[in-house]
């Protein structure tokens, strides 16, 4: 059916019969790199492309097949552009690991285009205002990654384990404590601290060697949460003890550490004899210091 629509279409051009913006918004979707290039040149002969609907499919139909390049050539030449061309443009860039052009052309739609949050798609997109976050967070950017965040009306898991995750993925790991602390308090159905939560947060609080935080939330993703720690989780945790050689342990430290000793022994999920290794480090550390 797209072939003999195609081959019919492809007849009336060689008749240089002159089509309208809708024939060719439907046309273009079904067209490769060579028939959508000769589509193009065609269209800007006619109508300069300023059918913002139009531009937008021969952004995807460039983008499709890698032409990034060609795809902003259209971009750059809409006289009119709407948040759906600006953010299948983004998208494109986001899904060839382009990542520093999607943020780049991200921060101009929140720096010149539109001020409300409804233009940046937040209202009625939480994947999309997730994928920002992430960019944002990759690229260090994160005065722009809590703005987005702070915009987004509904936001679940995932959206609060970018922000914590980049602040501390960024070395600002109070502000990722602070966040995380203000996710555990929302009581919300829909979101709470995951296994992916946790590793943002013992990530944290490894750089600050918070002792009594790791172990307490460490216990608490165990018997609060029933999230099965990673060897990532036990990772961070012994990398906690690590940075914090000179602050001495409490009698409570011991205990849940020896908590999370035990769970380990009775559970048949070990992540390997590493893990087990680490905590019982731990626990001879902890026991040292103590005494």
Known sequence: MVEEGLAHFVKLRSRFVRLDSFTYSIIVPCCDMVLGQQVHADVVKIYSVSDVFLGTNFIRV?????????????????????????????????????????VQLHSVV??????????????????????????????????????????????????????????????????????????????????????????????ACSQNGLLKEAYGYFNDMIHKYVIEPKLEHYTLLHAVDRTAPNKKPTEGHFRQCAQISNHLARTSKVPNQKAAWMIQELQNNVRRRIE
């Open 110 to 203: 929140i720096c010149r285009e539109w001020k409300t949050a409804s233009w940046y798609g937040l209202e009625t997109d939480v994947v999309v205002g997730s994928v920002m976050l992430d960019m944002h967070s990759k690229c260090g950017q994160m005065e722009d990654a809590i703005t987005i965040f702070r915009m987004m009306p509904e936001k679940d898991s995932i959206s609060w384990n970018e922000i914590i995750c980049g602040y501390a993925q960024n070395g600002e790991a109070a502000k990722a404590l602070m966040l995380f602390d203000e996710m555990v308090h929302l009581e919300s159905p829909t979101v709470s601290p995951n296994v992916v939560t946790f590793i943002g947060f013992l990530s």
């Open 62 to 102: 460039f983008a499709g097949v890698g032409e990034m390049d060609a795809a902003m050539k259209v971009f750059d030449e809409m006289p009119k552009r709407d948040l759906v061309a600006w953010n299948a443009l983004i998208s494109w860039y986001s899904k060839a690991g382009m990542v520093f052009e999607a």
